[in-house]
């Protein structure tokens, strides 16, 4: 149990500093503004040519422009009215010659910050939520462990599985400007519904020996160890089936998804690894601080 935690608060504590340092990059449907993607076939374009031109036909407050597969250029803009986006749109034909507008989108500041403080709502009520009723749910077994433990360990175990791919994306935000969007606060959910059915099925497991070995005078420990023997198996190959789509998806799906499911690949294989070598360990932990 020692390596098991100890691996685990490693990890947890770098998420948690790289999160405080660097902070995530914004996509713009959680702060505002425009996403714009452009496709130039001419040759020799570069992205500092097309800013260039941008720039000269508007003298827009923000721009960051990155290129993409098939000579697409995605351009973050501040939110633009629809007439800027139509000069800018005609200073780059006349330019190139060769342009196709792929794809336009803007967001508002105040609808970007409603979003962003709606999706943290989510994630904190979806926590709380998971906790209180696993606690009711293990109500009747209350020795050697409170049920209201269960809860409180289950909430552990899911900011240990959320915090992970978190911190992952914060390093990617800051290393290779990768941004977070709504889609990202979907896949944190997601993970976080996987994980708790994982550990809900170990414990479940160890209510049930609990129950049956009441007054054989068996050891917590020994049910423990007894009851994840018994569900291992299945909580790996249950994951192992999502992790199988997720890893297909990774290299034949559409790069718009990459960071998506590379979230949810990454909250699953931890949350799958925390119901086991989190969750049980710190079950045993807190029973035995009680004696």
């Given at each position: 149990?020692?390596?098991f935690?100890?691996?685990s608060a490693a990890?947890?504590?770098?998420?948690?500093v790289?999160?405080?340092?660097?902070?995530f990059r914004q996509?713009?449907?959680?702060r505002?503004?425009?996403s714009?993607?452009?496709g130039?076939?001419?040759?020799?374009?570069?992205?500092d040519l097309?800013?260039?031109?941008l720039l000269?036909?508007?003298?827009?407050?923000e721009?960051?422009i990155r290129?993409g597969?098939n000579k697409i250029?995605?351009?973050?803009?501040p939110?633009?009215s629809?007439e800027?986006?139509?000069?800018?749109?005609?200073?780059?034909?006349?330019?190139?010659?060769?342009?196709?507008?792929?794809?336009?989108?803007?967001?508002g500041p105040?609808?970007?910050?409603e979003l962003?403080?709606?999706?943290?709502w989510?994630?904190?009520?979806?926590l709380?939520?998971?906790s209180?009723?696993i606690?009711?749910?293990?109500r009747?077994?209350s020795?050697?462990v409170r049920?209201?433990k269960?809860?409180?360990i289950?909430l552990?175990?899911l900011?240990?599985?959320v915090s992970?791919?978190?911190?992952m994306?914060?390093?990617?935000?800051?290393?290779k400007?990768?941004?977070?969007?709504t889609n990202?606060i979907?896949?944190l959910?997601?993970?976080?519904?996987f994980s708790?059915?994982d550990t809900?099925v170990?414990?479940?497991r160890i209510?049930e020996?609990?129950?049956?070995?009441?007054?054989?005078?068996?050891?917590?420990?020994?049910?423990?160890?007894f009851s994840?023997?018994?569900?291992?198996?299945r909580s790996?190959n249950t994951?192992?089936t999502?992790?199988?789509?997720?890893?297909?998806?990774?290299?034949?799906?559409?790069?718009?998804?990459?960071?998506?499911?590379?979230?949810m690949l990454?909250g699953?294989?931890?949350?799958?690894y925390?119901?086991?070598?989190?969750?049980?360990?710190?079950l045993?932990?807190?029973a035995?601080?009680?004696k």
């Open positions: 149990k020692k390596w935690l100890g691996f990890l947890v504590i770098l998420s948690v790289a999160i405080a340092v660097f902070g996509g713009i449907d959680l505002g503004g425009t714009w993607q452009i130039i076939a001419d040759e020799g374009v570069s992205a097309v800013k260039e031109t000269e036909a508007e003298k827009f407050s721009i960051n290129s597969d250029f995605v351009v973050r803009l939110d633009i629809e800027v986006h139509q000069r800018a749109l005609r200073a780059l034909e006349e330019r190139f010659q060769n342009v196709r507008e792929e794809n336009f989108s803007s967001i105040a609808i970007g910050s962003r403080r709606k999706s943290m989510a994630i904190a009520i979806v709380l939520a998971i209180a009723y606690a009711w749910a293990f009747k077994v020795e050697p049920s209201w269960y809860g409180m289950t552990v175990t900011l240990h599985d992970i791919p978190a911190g994306m914060s390093l990617l935000g800051y290393l400007g990768i941004e977070i969007d990202f979907v896949a959910l997601v993970v976080m519904g708790v059915h809900i170990v414990f479940d209510r020996n609990l129950i049956l070995g009441r007054g054989k005078n068996r050891d917590l420990k020994e049910i423990i160890n994840v023997k018994e569900t291992i198996v790996v994951s192992l999502l992790i199988l789509v997720l890893v297909a998806m990774i290299f034949a799906g559409p790069p718009s998804l990459f960071y998506f499911v590379l979230t990454v699953t294989v931890f949350g799958t925390s119901s086991i070598f989190v969750a049980s360990p710190l045993y932990l807190s035995r601080r009680k």
